[in-house]
């Protein structure tokens, strides 16, 4: 069965995953050295299908190149059109960050938010830009989930909360931006208003976001590659892609063990293979590493911490956010390091934000803590791009750790402009990007000198709002 299916409460297992990179799982459970655990998304999940590598050549319509979110999505909408799409991974479906992000659904692109868009583009191309990546993104997932039947752990409403006064003046002109631009699923509350919401001293008001909410990410992801199947694709998993190269007639990609010929595109949907691949190479972003963690059960009702379980994201400049999951544990993220931290460090340094944000939860531990990798881009939107040949490669890059929606909306788009149906997605390819040399290879460097240099100006105007 392709449907996931969540269950009532983890079952501590391996993970059936490959690991990215340096990318690693933890778990309070006891396993051998050789085992890798599952991670909290795994782990509250009944096992699924696993798929064969790829042997042989094959000839089709589109190769997506990549099984996250990004592929998933495009490789749905392709196929519910009639096309023959082939879906491949390196690793497993939904092993990278699109099956080890924090969940929250949030607007925006990437870190493009509404008064980004209004600063850099017309007022009807900010307007529709704001739209593809608010309302649009959260209702298409919305509509995916009803026509497929699927469980996603789905629900609405989330907080950005205010770490300093001069904080909230800032998330008003957000929210007024938004309404500026047709969009008005927002309120600003005060100290006292959101106390009601989060029951922590640390806040100094926030916006509460009714369109944004939380969701299940693997669940999410296996559920649009159920979708996927069920209009008759094909997936690969274990098939790393060692080439591709454009011909006259079609692109052509190499794997290990076989060869797919695509007549009409090949999407790129993933970050860390995009420029050894990719013949245009400008380098645009840069990696860096975030951590989650999974409480046990907490010794209190999530209730009298989060009243109304919403989803928090604060605006310090190394974010907390947190969400309540199953069986009362707490979802803790956040940091961004350019090396990748230890399970012992991430643990430490979680469980200190904890006590900080919730002094009254006492005697906490995690029963998972996991890392995962994402990349940056100096604007804080995302690359999109497309190349000119007759079965054209595109590829998106720079998530900034924001866009589980997002993700899902431009795999739309990628199939609407295969069939060339509207400007959605030559709208992003406009949007311009700075190169950055050796970014990727400077990164454990690069990341640390830029808090740096953005903690100071934070010290010099600490009601400015910086957030990374």
Not at 26 to 51: G, Q
Not at 154 to 170: D, K, M, N, Q
């Amino acid at each position: 069965m392709s449907k996931p299916v969540i269950l009532d409460d983890v079952e501590f297992k391996p993970s059936q995953n490959c690991l990215n990179g340096q990318d690693w799982n933890w778990s309070s459970y006891t396993y051998t050295d050789e085992v890798i655990p599952a991670n909290y998304y795994e782990s509250s999940l009944a096992p699924w299908i696993t798929f064969s590598a790829l042997e042989k050549d094959l000839t089709c319509d589109v190769v997506v190149v990549g099984a996250g979110l990004l592929g998933a999505s495009a490789a749905l909408h392709l196929a519910e059109r009639g096309l023959d799409v082939v879906l491949v991974d390196k690793d497993r479906v939904g092993s990278a960050a699109s099956g080890r992000n924090g969940g929250q659904l949030t607007p925006g692109l990437a870190r493009w938010e509404a008064e980004d868009m209004i600063h850099h583009l017309s007022h009807e191309d900010a307007k529709q830009l704001w739209q593809f990546t608010s309302v649009e993104a959260m209702q298409l997932i919305d509509d995916i989930s009803a026509k497929y039947e699927l469980n996603l752990a789905r629900s609405y409403g989330h907080i950005t909360a205010a770490v300093h006064p001069g904080h909230v003046l800032s998330l008003t002109k957000g929210a007024d931006a938004r309404t500026f631009l047709g969009e008005s699923n927002t309120k600003i509350v005060g100290k006292h208003e959101l106390f009601d919401y989060v029951k922590s001293e640390t806040y100094h008001g926030g916006l509460i976001d009714d369109l944004g909410g939380q969701i299940h990410p693997l669940a999410l992801n296996r559920g649009l590659v159920h979708g996927f199947l069920h209009n008759g694709g094909t997936v690969y998993e274990n098939t790393a892609v060692t080439s591709i190269s454009e011909q006259s007639d079609c692109t052509i990609v190499e794997t290990a063990h076989g060869t797919i010929k695509a007549r009409q595109a090949v999407v790129m949907a993933v970050h860390h293979a995009s420029f050894e691949l990719l013949e245009e190479k400008p380098n645009t972003t840069i990696p860096f590493f975030t951590y989650v963690g999974v409480t046990k059960p907490l010794d209190i009702n999530l209730g009298e911490i989060l009243p109304k379980s919403y989803p928090v994201y604060d605006t310090q400049l190394q974010i907390d956010y947190y969400r309540g999951v199953s069986k009362n544990r707490l979802l803790f993220g956040g940091q961004g390091t350019g090396s990748c931290w230890s399970p012992e460090k991430t643990s430490e340094y979680l469980l200190g934000r904890i006590s900080r944000v919730f002094p009254q939860v006492e005697s906490t531990a995690f029963d998972f803590v996991w890392s995962g990798m994402t990349d940056l881009t100096v604007n804080g939107a995302v690359d999109s791009r497309k190349t000119e040949a007759k079965a054209p490669v595109y590829a998106v890059h720079g998530w900034s750790g924001h866009g589980v929606a997002q993700t899902v909306r431009i795999g739309k788009a990628i199939a609407d402009d295969v069939f060339s149906e509207n400007k959605d997605y030559d709208r992003l390819t406009q949007i311009e990007h700075r190169n950055i040399p050796l970014g990727r290879i400077f990164a454990p460097v690069a990341i640390p000198l830029a808090k740096c240099m953005y903690s100071a100006q934070i010290a010099l105007q600490p009601g400015k709002m910086i957030s990374f």
